[in-house]
């Protein structure tokens, strides 16, 4: 049985590898800060697509994400 064909099908490429890698860095982050990974990677590019300045970055970081979320609650 395959369990991880969908989720590993650039894992051949150097170029999906790395993709992969960062991915699952990003998720297991978001665990170990207690935020769902996907409203944190929705809300992110978000804010990337919406301009927030790279001088910012340190506040798009996960262990910040849940700080402006249950304040915004």
Known sequence: MALTR???????????????AMLASLVATCKMSDVNSV???AETLRAI??????SRIENLMPWHFRKTSSRAA
């Open 6 to 20: 969908k989720n590993a099908l650039f894992a051949g490429h150097e170029v999906g590898d790395e993709s992969w």
């Open 39 to 41: 409203s944190y990677i």
């Open 49 to 54: 697509l919406d301009g927030h300045p790279a």
